[in-house]
């Protein structure tokens, strides 16, 4: 079994910065792929960013390209997101989550963490 666990979400005002952390245990981290995704209400999750296993690739989604940026830290078993120029419409619950590359395929996730901005 894997654990993710997401800290980091919170109230912010729109331009104003956030870094979601998410640690991952119960197997070795530096075997998995890892993404970042958000839920509006009512929406089905969509993809935000992904990083490979060894950090040496990354995938942002058009619609927070230039604004967001993922890595990770494997010796602390941690996967950031930063989020920068944060627009109201970034409102969601974040979820981090095992990948596969490239097909984006999902498996283990977190429990979310919430995110609002407001303006």
Known sequence: QVQLVESGGGLVQAGDSLRLSCVVSGRTFSNYNLGWFRQYPGKEREFVAAITWD?????IANS?????????????NVVYLQMNSLK?????A????????PSMRTGYWGQGTQVTVSS
């Open 55 to 59: 950090g040496g690739r990354t995938y």
């Open 94 to 101: 974040y979820y981090c989550a095992t990948v596969d590359i």
């Open 64 to 76: 927070v390209q230039g604004r967001f940026t993922i890595s990770r830290e494997n010796v602390k």
């Open 88 to 92: 109201p419409e970034d409102t969601a």
